[in-house]
């Protein structure tokens, strides 16, 4: 038996005033994701616990089999393990983006112009954290470089009780001042925030992204701080060989903490221009090496809902139903028996540019169990099944066989 995951990170959505009043997934072309449908189980998963924020990280353990509300430990130690850092037990890390904020004199009165600083490609970033740790980097604080806009800081020896430390998606075009923790704990990082405007605004790497019309990295902004990982082996846990295919440091860290096998894919980026069949392809050569279990993460989606991008977010969907599906589900049927389940990790909607809780919708396609689902798979018709898991731990033990 091959089990098969492909996460569309973000799909579900709200009504769009752009789209008609229609979600992405409703005005999509997804001929292969409905015909897996209409043969499948479709119903909707609460992915993110009530005591929990949304975010990918938390939805993510969720929907691979794990409890985050026991397991979860902070978003930014798991990109620090992805990125190759040793932590010690009392190491504090943070997510680290490279920013565009407004020219407004005092920071307080900047504006969230770009939480990924117009999507920096990961070479420049490269040179700005470079600079940064030069001017910032102690034995308390150091930079690492992480893919595109997302780095990160290990704080030795720090704390955890900050206060708000605002995600900078949740705050885009908005004035940064009542989004800044005011506790006392997080004094020494506001300050090197505000310093790094300083230090960046007439950057080398800023001057010719600007003289080429591209948004500067004028900020580092941190948040998303958490304590070193611990997950149990995917493995031990389930008995299967498992791989993660992703562009981001988020899952990759995941895949590593859990022993899984983490393929780099040229060319994956995260975004819409990533390299979609590459990470099918890479997924097919994983089921060939032996792996009984492969999980592609695709972060375009959720992108796209951060960025106001409709037609974009529209577009990811239909690139995935046509690059990715077609490689994946070729290999599968070489098999006596799969399973593929399709589903997104939490709701990115356009109108609100921010994860929800809401529940998402979920298909389990079985090659030699096939059921009657639903035309078209939306969030509408996933709930009109009455089929509801109320975490994806369950979910995922129910996809594994393992209840």
């Avoid at 929990?52 to 985050?68: H, I, Q």
């Avoid at 009165?109 to 990961?122: C, E, F, P, Q, R």
């Amino acid at each position: 038996m091959k089990y098969l995951v492909v996460l569309y990170d973000g799909m579900a959505d709200y009504p769009v005033p752009e789209l008609n009043g229609k979600t992405p997934m409703e005005v999509a072309d997804k001929p292969n994701f409905d015909a897996l449908g209409k043969k499948g189980i479709v119903g909707t998963v609460k992915t993110v616990a009530d005591s929990l924020k949304p975010g990918s990280d938390v939805a993510n353990l969720s929907v691979l089999g794990y409890n985050p509300e026991n397991c979860y430990t902070g978003r930014s130690p798991l990109e620090a393990v992805s990125i190759g850092v040793n932590l010690a037990d009392d190491d504090v890390t943070m997510r680290c983006n490279l920013v565009t904020l407004s020219d407004e004199e005092k920071y307080e009165d900047k504006t969230m112009v770009d939480y990924s600083a117009g999507d920096i490609s990961s070479a420049e970033a490269a040179e700005i954290i470079k600079s940064v740790e030069e001017f910032f980097g102690s034995d308390i604080f150091k930079f690492y470089n992480g893919v595109s806009y997302r780095h990160c800081l290990v704080w030795h020896k720090g704390t955890t009780d900050l206060g708000n430390m605002t995600p900078p998606h949740d705050i885009s075009g908005k004035v940064i001042g009542p989004h800044l923790s005011d506790s006392p704990n997080a004094v020494q990082l506001i300050e090197m925030m505000k310093k790094s405007y300083d230090l960046l605004k007439d950057h080398p790497v800023n001057k010719k992204r600007e003289s080429e019309g591209k948004r500067p990295a004028n900020s580092i902004w941190l948040w998303g701080e958490g304590t070193k990982p611990s997950l149990e082996s995917f493995y031990k846990k389930f008995g299967l060989k498992g791989s993660i295919i992703s562009a981001v440091d988020l899952l990759k860290g995941i895949g590593g903490c859990a022993e899984m096998n983490t393929p780099v894919v040229e060319g994956a980026t995260g975004y819409i221009d990533t390299n979609f069949k590459g990470k099918a392809k890479a997924a097919v050569d994983e089921f060939r090496k032996g792996q009984d279990f492969v999980y592609i993460h695709i972060e375009a989606t959720d992108e796209c809902g951060h960025r106001h991008e409709p037609e974009n977010k529209v577009k990811a969907i239909e690139i995935i139903d046509r690059e990715v599906l077609p490689i994946v589900l070729k290999e599968l049927e070489k098999y006596d028996d799969y399973k593929i389940m399709i589903l997104p990790d939490h709701p990115t909607p356009i109108v609100t540019m921010t994860h929800a809780r809401d529940p998402v919708p979920f298909m389990i396609y079985h090659k030699n169990d096939e059921k009657n689902g639903v035309e078209t798979v939306t969030e509408a018709t996933a709930k009109s099944t009455g089929v509801y898991f109320e975490s994806g731990e369950k979910l995922m033990k129910y996809f594994l066989d393992k209840e």
